[in-house]
């Protein structure tokens, strides 16, 4: 019998949520502290991970056909999500793409696409696109526990060489011209690879303990530890974290889930890339045509009044986006 898990859609809705506040509150985290930036830093992991872990909880690796039939649906399902949503807002990444790259556009935009997707936002599907395909190879030829070590030791490395508690050996971190590691999939490889086999390791070690309690628990031990100052202390605590929420929510299954999940699970992606737009575009309209700039309202009602665009306009695309293009998807697929 198939079953779903009970907060997955949820959370996922909740990251969205969140992930305009730091695009909005970007020049003002020295004013918010060390908890904003400790909180920020769960958001998109969180939210890599329950998606992956929705694809690799279902992966039937004992059969070598039908697993590579899945990962083929994956990835064309997610090829199809990131070119719909590069044609629908063409106008707005390439003109700041031009805008950013005068005399090198036509050079850098072939790279572009292919490492980080089109439009603003679009790194995380090309994570999850490239990831998946590196995951699959790495389990298939090296069996369980080399690809959970690997991807633990390059996120290790590269989270402490990112801040600079480390020196850099090997250029992990390196940004040129539009090549910007920080947004390949590597920094989110080991929260993919944990969903093939670990979490739900976990998962089996904790189904004596009670999973809604050790849900919101661990959640509220989260935001306790997220006070505590020091870059190393987030990146320890998100990836403990990260791991023993979902391990709890994959736990915490029922029979059917109700619409109003199936929907928060549409909006999510869509008020992913959507905010983009109304953040750089919406206000730049406005400041335009009536000279009011939003954040001189300070970054929390700037933040009310893009969602209170967002969401609407989320809910409207979501339905229709969820049916997706037959035509597109048999093309792709």
Not at 138 to 152: E, N, V
Not at 241 to 249: D, E, G, K, R, S
Not at 295 to 307: C, K, L, N, S, W
Request: charged share 15%; aromatic share 18%; glycine share 6%.
């Amino acid at each position: 019998m198939k079953r779903y898990y009970k907060y997955f859609d949820i959370f996922k809705f909740i990251c969205c949520m969140l992930v305009p506040i730091f695009h909005l509150l970007v020049n003002d985290t020295v004013k918010y502290g060390d908890w904003l930036e400790h909180v920020r830093e769960m958001i998109l992991p969180m939210f890599i991970t329950i998606s992956s872990l929705l694809f690799w909880s279902r992966f039937q690796w004992h059969d070598k056909e039908k697993s590579k039939q899945q990962l083929r649906h994956y990835m064309g399902r997610l090829l199809v999500l990131i070119i719909a949503w590069s044609i629908v807002l063409l106008p707005f990444w390439l003109h700041q793409f031009i805008e950013q790259n005068p005399n090198k556009w036509l050079t850098y935009i072939v790279p572009k696409l292919m490492l980080y997707g089109g439009c603003r936002g679009g790194f995380f599907i090309m994570s999850l696109i490239y990831g998946s395909a590196i995951i699959y190879l790495l389990h298939r030829y090296l069996g369980k526990m080399i690809p959970f070590l690997l991807t633990l030791i390059v996120q290790t490395y590269y989270n402490l060489a990112a801040e600079g508690i480390i020196d850099d050996y090997l250029g992990a971190c390196i940004k040129i011209g539009i090549f910007d590691t920080n947004y390949l999939c590597f920094k989110f490889l080991f929260y993919m690879e944990a969903c093939v086999w670990f979490i739900p390791w976990v998962a089996g070690k904790l189904k004596k303990v009670n999973a809604e309690w050790g849900l919101w628990i661990s959640l509220a031990a989260f935001v306790a530890i997220c006070a505590v100052p020091g870059d190393l202390v987030s990146y320890i605590s998100t990836s403990c974290f990260v791991i023993l929420l979902c391990a709890f929510m994959l736990n915490l299954q029922v029979k059917q889930l109700p619409s109003w999940s199936i929907m928060l699970r549409n909006m999510s992606i869509c008020i992913f890339f959507i905010h983009f737009v109304v953040i750089d575009y919406g206000e730049r309209i406005l400041r335009h045509f009536t000279g009011i700039k939003l954040a001189d309202y300070g970054p929390f009602m700037e933040y009310v009044i893009v969602m209170s665009i967002t969401v609407p306009l989320a809910y409207l695309i979501a339905g229709p986006l969820a049916q997706r293009i037959q035509l597109i998807k048999k093309w792709l697929l």
